[in-house]
């Protein structure tokens, strides 16, 4: 039997290289010192490959490696993979998560340490400087000071209880976790990120979405303590960089401690300038034994993945054209945006997640449910994907349920219903003419396509509310799209606004204010 060909694309730590030829059945090639264009001939019959950051797996690439099935990125970020080209080609795309959690934690914990004793600037001012200046490295003590973190996930929840260790007094903020997550660790949980912004220290290991993107500007600097320290070795651009820089000069931020940056790699930025930072280059994973994790993981992701055995951490699972219609497909897409849209409106713990389905697609029912949960988990966890959701929706103490249901009003109908602490949350579609359109949305009849760019306004039924969205969006020369408008026996109604500008804070805070509001949410699909 002809074995399958794995090609590494770039350096991968050795252990990795012995796993995969541990295994006999698959020819291993190591191009990792190869250049880029030697590669695309290289992987033109490799049935997978792993990579990492400098290989771009794109259209070209993808195109060139015509046997490729599947793709391992070794570590967490997927930005050099066109997953979606890939997708349409019919290859699984995978990464390793998890593997450089701990080395993450503890770079979080010497940049928090850094912070209290600006112990790096004592370092150079001796070695490089020869000054013996004790009295200039005056620092604070970690303990008895309090630690706000925003998310308490796999790396949060860790830096919890080393902060702990160290006698610090822990508060997170999550709204996506059950409380119990953060409570049965010794720490304190806030609904309110005010609690937060009041501590001595602030770290965020949250994911880079639409939701979290600068999570921390100039308003609530404001709100901080003098002399709070900032931690972020997550995502770059979860903390607005401009904002910090500010707040690090005026002397109100004590100390920045950052692995992250907006724009990577660079060489010149304007806290390099400053003493009150200590700043490293996105090493957050380097260390011997997360190096030897990714390598070990990725080897026996790519290897499961040709055998066909499991799909570890699939981000885009392929549906199998050849036995699934073309028509459910639609349907399965739908319900996947469906779970995003109301993924952004709500902002309280999952306690269930709902698929109701009526007509053709009943065939599909866990599929359907599949799907939705990817979009419903897609914007607080960056580790969700369709081998996995159920997992993580397990692991987060979600209840799961598909029912079939009977729908007069289309052929194919499908409903999901998501119910968090403070109530139920419905949405529900259908395809019409080819297109996808959301039929119900929280109680409200309504038709329209979710795609782009909208602004959802609930508001009493009273005269005069259109007029007073309209110009507040026309004062931010925001172009109205398109406007659809449900009513309901409450004297209640629900707009959907399409726009073609992206909507500024502003904006979303003074459509609150109105008398008639009963709120507002920004939505991106």
Not at 212 to 235: F, P, Q, S, Y
Not at 273 to 286: Q, W
Not at 440 to 447: I, Q, S, V, W, Y
Request: aromatic share 8%; charged share 25%; net charge neutral.
């Amino acid at each position: 039997m002809e074995k399958m060909k794995i090609v590494v694309c770039d350096p991968i730590h050795p252990k990795g290289f012995e796993y995969l030829r541990s295994q006999g059945d698959f020819e291993v090639v190591d191009a990792s010192k190869v250049d880029k264009e030697k590669l695309l001939e290289i992987v033109a019959d490799a049935d997978g490959v792993i990579t990492r950051s400098p290989t771009p797996v794109d259209k070209k690439f993808l195109d060139s490696a015509k046997k490729l099935k599947a793709v391992v990125r070794a570590g967490v970020g997927v930005d050099n993979v066109d997953i979606d080209y890939a997708s349409k080609k019919g290859v699984i795309v995978m990464n390793v998560p998890t593997a450089n959690t701990l080395a993450a934690v503890e770079l979080t914990m010497a940049h928090l340490l850094a912070g209290a004793r600006a112990f790096t600037n004592a370092v150079w001012n001796l070695k490089k400087e020869r000054e013996w200046n004790r009295e200039k490295w005056l620092g604070i003590e970690l303990a008895g000071k309090s630690l706000g973190i925003i998310g308490f996930g796999n790396i949060g929840s860790r830096v919890g209880v080393r902060a702990k260790a160290f006698g610090m007094r822990v508060i997170a903020y999550d709204p996506y976790i059950d409380s119990s997550k953060v409570t049965d660790l010794g720490c304190e949980y806030t609904t309110n990120f005010d609690d937060i912004l009041q501590c001595d220290f602030i770290t965020i290991h949250t994911p880079k979405t639409p939701e979290t993107i600068d999570m921390i500007t100039k308003k609530e600097i404001e709100k901080m303590k003098d002399g709070v320290v900032l931690i972020n070795c997550a995502r770059g651009g979860l903390y607005n960089e401009k904002d910090v820089y500010e707040g690090l000069k005026s002397g109100k931020i004590r100390w920045l401690g950052i692995d992250v940056f907006e724009k990577e790699p660079t060489t010149d930025h304007p806290f390099f300038e400053l003493e009150n930072t200590s700043v490293t280059p996105h090493i957050g994973a380097n260390t011997i034994e997360s190096q030897e994790r990714i390598a070990l993981q990725a080897g026996e992701a790519i290897v499961e993945a040709l055998r066909g055995s499991s799909f570890p951490n699939a981000l885009n699972l392929p549906v199998d054209t050849t036995h699934t219609p073309k028509s459910i497909i639609n349907y399965l897409e739908l319900t996947q945006k469906m779970g995003y849209l109301l993924s952004q409106i709500i902002s309280t713990p999952i306690k269930k997640v709902k698929v109701f389905a009526s007509g053709e697609v009943e065939k599909y029912l866990d599929s359907l449910l599949t799907f939705g949960l990817v979009g419903t988990l897609k914007n607080i966890s960056d580790r969700v994907n369709y081998v996995n959701a159920k997992f993580l929706a397990e692991e987060k103490g979600i209840e799961l349920e598909a029912t079939p249901v009977k729908n007069e009003t289309y052929k194919n109908f499908v409903s999901l219903k998501i119910l968090t602490t403070d109530g139920e949350y419905s949405i529900s579609g259908t395809i019409l003419e080819g297109h996808p359109r959301i039929v119900e949305l929280k109680g409200f009849d309504l038709e329209f396509e979710p795609k782009g760019r909208m602004i959802l306004f609930k508001n009493t039924d009273v005269p005069g509310v259109i007029g007073e969205v309209g110009m507040i969006l026309g004062k931010y020369n925001i172009n109205i799209a398109d406007f659809r408008l449900g009513r309901n026996q409450k004297r209640q109604a629900m707009a959907v606004i399409l726009v073609d500008d992206p909507v500024p804070p502003e904006v979303i805070g003074e459509l609150k204010k109105l008398k008639a509001s009963l709120g507002v949410h920004y939505i991106q699909i």
